[in-house]
């Protein structure tokens, strides 16, 4: 298994290029089930997730081709994945593919509402807590779905079609919201979805149903329309860039020091997050090229973030910005309200010389004058990376161990940081 060294103390100066979103690639991916045509994606990131998901799908009938970069091409320059499902030759999802990757169950509803049927293994619990679907299978059988649950697998029915209906969720789901919207858009009529997830990814797959022939409209607000349409044709569509590898480098600057640009990163996507950095210190500014982040010399100040449904706090940067605040001058409060048990890195932090407490869905961290580096290890890739921005400014030597939690998710996390001037080495083993 692979390693990551760091040696802390450096600053990060330079420019980081963000990446296409790991979170919108994989239902834009996804939705690539609801045609015969080719779905072609722009600026997929080439990710351990992304390429999973490609053999998913490939195991329902769906036929990729990575276009190549050409000669010259710069590594960060993006990939384009044409994606065709002319035939869906298998509509079971089965365990051993499912469990490893949670986004892999949204194929419910694609083939739910392409083929009439399907059978999708429960992806189960995971690292950062129980993670249910529940509210994916109410939305299905409000649209007219019979669901049943059996040894283990959803069943999910609908011989005559799926049709219309008004879907409220009682708590805000990203995946909910990208599955009703998916199962929705060549229904029988229309569809409401009440109290829908308003983030970026929400957003940018409405955008590419849309180009796709649907017709979604309010995708971003909490009120999202769809009337359904025959049939879905082919389309081309460039991935959204990914807010939270931007604000996990934004972080990593704060933390840092130095003056880094975030190249391509969308500051209105990340509002929240670098409200909070510059409430610590940091200075940001926002251009066409993307978001600069500076800090120098100065120090940290503690700032109390609570993780919320955008445009709240991402939950997907909360283990960053504690990483952060471990090392501010005073004590902040970090609340947890999305995941139950979204608090492994604490230990780990731990480890490295942080002060933090647990109480509740809250995480009390009493900021330290120094970190010192050390063995560490996470179980999920935002806490690994939360390692990583710890030993960023640690003394000495951090190894990160289990790696492939950061291949899921960060593209080239070595060579971007190393780039702007971080000792940081992947060593194989
Ligand atoms: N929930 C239910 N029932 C459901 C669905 C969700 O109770 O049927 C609960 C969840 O347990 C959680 C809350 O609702 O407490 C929100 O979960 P949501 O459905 O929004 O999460 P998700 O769609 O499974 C996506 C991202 C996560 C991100 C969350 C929240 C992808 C592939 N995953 O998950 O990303 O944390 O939204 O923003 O888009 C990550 O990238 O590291 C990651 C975990």
Redesign the pocket.
């Known amino acids: 298994m692979d390693r990551i060294r760091i040696v802390g103390g450096r600053e990060l100066n330079g420019v980081i290029p963000i990446s296409g979103a ?3 690639a ?2 834009l991916m996804i939705a690539s089930l609801l045609t015969p045509e080719t779905l072609t994606l722009e600026n997929v990131p080439d990710l351990a ?1 992304v390429n999973r998901l490609l053999r998913i799908l490939g195991n329902h009938g769906v036929d990729h081709m990575v276009e190549g970069r050409r000669f010259g091409d710069s590594p960060d320059a993006s990939r384009t994945i044409r994606l065709s499902a002319r035939d869906i030759v298998d509509t079971t999802a089965p365990y051993e593919l499912v469990s490893k990757m ?2 892999s169950f949204w194929v419910v509803a694609p083939l739910l509402a392409r083929m009439g049927e399907a059978k999708v293994s429960l992806p189960g619990g995971c690292a ?11 939305a299905l059988e409000k649209l007219g779905a019979k669901v049943e649950i059996e040894a283990g697998y959803v069943h999910a029915t609908a011989s005559r079609g799926l049709r219309g209906a008004e879907i409220e969720f009682p ?8 599955t009703a919207m998916m199962a929705a858009a060549t229904a029988q009529g229309a569809t409401r979805i009440l109290n829908a ?1 308003r ?1 970026p ?1 929400v957003v940018d797959l409405a955008a590419c149903l849309n180009k796709m022939g649907a017709k979604i409209s309010g995708a971003g607000r909490s009120e999202i329309e769809i009337e359904g349409v025959g049939r879905l044709n082919g389309a081309r569509h460039r991935v959204l860039p990914d807010r ?1 590898e931007a604000g996990t480098y934004a972080i990593a600057a704060a933390m840092a020091g130095g003056d880094v640009l975030l190249a391509g990163a969308e500051a209105g996507a990340l509002q929240n997050a670098l409200d909070a950095l510059v409430a610590a210190g940091a200075q940001v500014a926002v251009s066409n090229e993307g978001v600069r982040v500076k800090r120098n010399g100065a120090g940290l100040s503690p700032v109390d973030v609570e993780t919320a ?2 445009p709240g706090f ?3 940067l909360q283990a960053q910005f504690m990483a952060l605040m471990t090392r501010a001058k005073g004590d902040s409060r970090i609340t947890e309200t ?3 048990n979204r608090f492994m890195h604490v230990q780990e932090l731990a480890r490295l010389g942080a002060r933090i407490r647990l109480e509740g869905d809250v995480a009390l961290v009493e900021g330290v004058e120094r970190l010192e580096g050390a063995p560490v290890m996470a179980t ?3 806490a690994s990376v939360s390692l990583v921005i710890a030993a960023l400014a640690a003394e000495g030597e951090t190894m990160v161990n289990r790696v492939y939690h950061l291949d899921r ?1 960060f593209e080239r996390l070595e060579a971007k940081l190393s780039g702007c001037g971080a000792v940081i080495e992947r060593l194989s083993s």
Request: no cysteine.
């Open positions: 790991k979170n919108a994989l239902p997730d949670r986004a950062i807590g129980t993670r249910p679907v529940d509210l994916l299978i109410m708590k805000v789901t990203v995946g909910g919201t990208h997830a983030e990814e939270i449904p955008f991402p939950t997907d999305i995941f139950e999920d890739l935002r998710g």
